[in-house]
């Protein structure tokens, strides 16, 4: 239902009926509307302090009682609820919500078009500093989500295309932040692939006379190369022999679909020797999971197709099984929340309607209803519900894997990926598949699946199924660990074409963890920052490189910041609590240091590290603990605001007292 009562937050601060514009004039009324508005139901104790805050309680309480009657007599009448001890507004609704929601679900051109000012422009209090604190900080914090949202929808924008509107949306982050150097970059670029170049070279000049007035600095060196790469494209005023210096030191854009699969031959080569029902490949997220699987089928098909060639005197194509004939159901959090959607997701792709064809009458009209193209009813697009008479669900389930079957073509074989969060439904059909399978191997296909360990423990029917086929001999497991130094430098070589990287590969391996997701986004936002430079001799190289030990002064991806964040709040509130804690203290601090800054209890606390340690965010250092690798550090610091960050740092610092912290750890606290 439609809220009855908008409050607009952006900008000048508004409120409006039906009937129109809502009068409120006294500042500080406006001012508690919205902080009920971002905060929600409130006590009247914390409203008094904040607004009235150098008053007696009973005069601040009156003052609170009389903004009350002000916002009922203004218009919100019975949207506004109070009792004795607590005020909340309903039927209420909020730009500032509607934000935040946008950006949550990455809607972010709905997100561009809400922020069109900062928060409650004009509406501080000289005399309620606990509120002008509380607005600095949703100010803040908004204008770094917006940042945030802004350039991922540049870089959305981009990738499909749309040149034009990502160039507006990079301007528009430009003029919130004019000494922003990344930026300037930004729009550099895209004025280029415009054919643009004179308004390319134009805001280098902008950049360089802003950064000196402003800063006393000059431009970064990958700003001047880029700057040089695109007077070289425009003609004349470089030299030919600047521009082939330029040429031979300029990084080729990266193209991570084709990602070679490095470092994994071993690993292939058992899942491809594999005979069980059940293969589970499991491992950390972002380790290249689902990238190996999927080799393992394309190698499969391929072994297949060769094979049937032979056997009918063909031509011999050999031909690699493209992607998308492959059959892959991806489990999903969302998909958990309906039976054998996922599965039937995957049946449904237009790939698959062909090798359905040759599914058997009785199996195709079981599955007439939810697969339309393996049966004669085009009516229905309804997900399979998991409270089917068992008869008729021994059918089904029965169909389902003769439909499988017949999908996974030449590879014989498919992929349940993310297992960890498979439905009810779907792991009693894998249950079923693996059974069939055993009976009849050679006609019906086996599963490869994948799964993150640390999570796959919150899923007990997974964990039971895997159980069993274990026991009957249905089951391998192949454990995928991250990338050592070796790995990363053959990926690094692989990527760059050459014979360097040494230095490189090894850092990046130590800033990501030798996660391999995490490595491959660091390279792109690398690339497309121009950090990335190919120095002679010694392969792909940063401006880092003189005085860096692990890398982590680069620039966090947004998608890896996005990844560790959703993963973060999947282990709880207090999980979460104990981890923002934990990056703010140096690694190696104990439970009871990190503890006292977080307002657990002694179960809280302990759970709560003990979850970090399962899903792999830290690991056991000493008597204390340590991030895995600085990017997991580093991303979830990114999510905290800096009024969050100096209270933590001073809690930490009391923390540390009674302990007998050093001196010079309870001064680095107090001074950060």
């Given at each position: 239902?439609?809220?009855?009562?908008?409050?607009?937050?952006?900008?000048?601060?508004?409120?409006?009926?039906?009937?129109?514009?809502?009068?409120?004039?006294?500042?500080?009324?406006?001012?508690?509307?919205?902080?009920?508005?971002?905060?929600?139901?409130?006590?009247?104790?914390?409203?008094?302090?904040?607004?009235?805050?150098?008053?007696?309680?009973?005069?601040?309480?009156?003052?609170?009682?009389?903004?009350?009657?002000?916002?009922?007599?203004?218009?919100?009448?019975?949207?506004?609820?109070?009792?004795?001890?607590?005020?909340?507004?309903?039927?209420?609704?909020?730009?500032?919500?509607?934000?935040?929601?946008?950006?949550?679900?990455?809607?972010?051109?709905?997100?561009?078009?809400?922020?069109?000012?900062?928060?409650?422009?004009?509406?501080?209090?000289?005399?309620?500093?606990?509120?002008?604190?509380?607005?600095?900080?949703?100010?803040?914090?908004?204008?770094?989500?917006?940042r945030h949202a802004m350039a991922r929808h540049a870089a959305d924008l981009e990738s499909s295309g749309a040149l034009g509107a990502a160039l507006e949306v990079q301007q528009r982050l430009l003029a919130d932040d004019p000494l922003r150097e990344a930026t300037y970059r930004d729009l550099m670029r895209l004025h280029d692939a415009l054919d643009q170049r004179s308004a390319a070279l134009a805001l280098f000049d902008r950049c360089t006379a802003t950064l000196q007035a402003e800063l006393q600095l000059e431009p970064l060196p990958q700003t001047r190369l880029l700057a040089e790469r695109i007077r070289a494209r425009l003609g004349p005023g470089l030299s030919a022999a600047a521009a082939v210096a330029v040429g031979a030191n300029a990084a080729p854009r990266l193209e991570l679909r084709s990602v070679p699969l490095v470092a994994r031959d071993r690993e292939l080569e058992l899942l491809s020797a594999s005979t069980e029902a059940v293969v589970l490949v499991e491992g950390d997220a972002g380790v290249g999971k689902t990238r190996l699987a999927l080799a393992a089928l394309q190698r499969a098909a391929l072994a297949n197709s060769e094979d049937e060639d032979e056997d009918e005197d063909n031509d011999g194509d050999t031909t690699p099984a493209a992607p998308d004939t492959l059959l892959r159901v991806r489990f999903t959090e969302m998909s958990s929340l309906t039976p054998f959607q996922a599965v039937i997701d995957a049946l449904?792709?237009?790939?698959?309607?062909?090798?359905?064809?040759?599914?058997?009458?009785?199996?195709?009209?079981?599955?007439?209803?939810?697969?339309?193209?393996?049966?004669?009813?085009?009516?229905?697009?309804?997900?399979?519900?998991?409270?089917?008479?068992?008869?008729?669900?021994?059918?089904?389930?029965?169909?389902?894997?003769?439909?499988?079957?017949?999908?996974?073509?030449?590879?014989?074989?498919?992929?349940?990926?993310?297992?960890?969060?498979?439905?009810?439904?779907?792991?009693?059909?894998?249950?079923?598949?693996?059974?069939?399978?055993?009976?009849?191997?050679?006609?019906?296909?086996?599963?490869?699946?994948?799964?993150?360990?640390?999570?796959?423990?919150?899923?007990?029917?997974?964990?039971?199924?895997?159980?069993?086929?274990?026991?009957?001999?249905?089951?391998?497991?192949?454990?995928?660990?991250?990338?050592?130094?070796?790995?990363?430098?053959?990926?690094?070589?692989?990527?760059?074409?050459?014979?360097?990287?040494?230095?490189?590969?090894?850092?990046?391996?130590?800033?990501?963890?030798?996660?391999?997701?995490?490595?491959?986004?660091?390279?792109?936002?690398?690339?497309?920052?121009?950090?990335?430079?190919?120095?002679?001799?010694?392969?792909?190289?940063?401006?880092?490189?003189?005085?860096?030990?692990?890398?982590?002064?680069?620039?966090?991806?947004?998608?890896?910041?996005?990844?560790?964040?959703?993963?973060?709040?999947?282990?709880?509130?207090?999980?979460?609590?104990?981890?923002?804690?934990?990056?703010?203290?140096?690694?190696?601090?104990?439970?009871?240091?990190?503890?006292?800054?977080?307002?657990?209890?002694?179960?809280?606390?302990?759970?709560?590290?003990?979850?970090?340690?399962?899903?792999?965010?830290?690991?056991?250092?000493?008597?204390?603990?340590?991030?895995?690798?600085?990017?997991?550090?580093?991303?979830?610091?990114?999510?905290?605001?800096?009024?969050?960050?100096?209270?933590?740092?001073?809690?930490?610092?009391?923390?540390?007292?009674?302990?007998?912290?050093?001196?010079?750890?309870?001064?680095?606290?107090?001074?950060?």
């Open positions: 239902m439609a809220a009855k009562i908008h409050v607009a937050l952006f900008g000048v601060l508004r409120a409006f009926s039906n009937a129109g514009q809502l009068a409120i004039t006294v500042r500080k009324t406006r001012a508690l509307l919205a902080y009920l508005c971002v905060e929600g139901r409130s006590s009247r104790t914390r409203l008094a302090d904040l607004f009235w805050g150098d008053l007696d309680e009973a005069t601040a309480r009156r003052n609170l009682r009389r903004a009350l009657h002000r916002l009922r007599a203004a218009g919100l009448g019975d949207a506004l609820q109070a009792d004795d001890e607590m005020v909340a507004l309903a039927g209420v609704g909020c730009d500032l919500n509607d934000f935040d929601a946008a950006v949550r679900a990455q809607r972010w051109a709905q997100a561009r078009a809400l922020y069109t000012a900062p928060l409650c422009d004009g509406l501080e209090l000289e005399d309620a500093e606990g509120f002008d604190a509380w607005l600095r900080t949703q100010r803040e914090r908004t204008a770094r989500d917006w449904r792709e237009p790939a698959m309607a062909a090798r359905l064809a040759g599914l058997a009458a009785v199996h195709r009209q079981d599955l007439a209803r939810w697969l339309p193209q393996a049966g004669l009813d085009d009516s229905s697009t309804g997900g399979v519900a998991d409270t089917l008479p068992a008869q008729f669900r021994a059918r089904l389930l029965e169909a389902l894997v003769q439909a499988l079957a017949l999908a996974a073509g030449p590879a014989r074989a498919l992929l349940f990926d993310d297992l960890q969060w498979a439905d009810a439904s779907s792991i009693e059909l894998l249950a079923h598949l693996a059974r069939r399978q055993r009976q009849q191997p050679a006609a019906l296909a086996r599963v490869l699946a994948t799964a993150r360990s640390a999570e796959l423990a919150d899923n007990p029917l997974a964990g039971a199924l895997l159980h069993e086929l274990a026991a009957t001999g249905s089951l391998a497991r192949l454990p995928l660990a991250a990338f050592d130094e070796w790995s990363m430098l053959q990926l690094v070589q692989g990527l760059s074409g050459s014979g360097g990287g040494v230095r490189f590969a090894a850092r990046l391996a130590s800033a990501t963890g030798g996660n391999v997701f995490f490595a491959l986004e660091t390279i792109r936002t690398l690339f497309d920052s121009g950090e990335l430079f190919v120095e002679p001799g010694e392969g792909w190289s940063t401006r880092h490189d003189p005085t860096t030990t692990d890398y982590t002064e680069l620039p966090l991806p947004a998608s890896v910041v996005d990844a560790v964040r959703a993963r973060l709040l999947r282990l709880g509130p207090a999980t979460q609590r104990l981890l923002e804690t934990a990056a703010l203290a140096e690694d190696g601090s104990t439970l009871a240091e990190i503890q006292g800054a977080t307002a657990l209890s002694d179960w809280e606390a302990l759970e709560g590290i003990e979850r970090a340690v399962a899903a792999q965010f830290v690991e056991r250092s000493g008597l204390g603990y340590r991030f895995t690798h600085a990017l997991v550090r580093g991303a979830i610091c990114f999510g905290l605001s800096p009024e969050r960050q100096r209270l933590t740092h001073a809690k930490l610092a009391a923390a540390l007292e009674p302990l007998h912290g050093s001196p010079a750890r309870l001064a680095r606290q107090w001074a950060l």
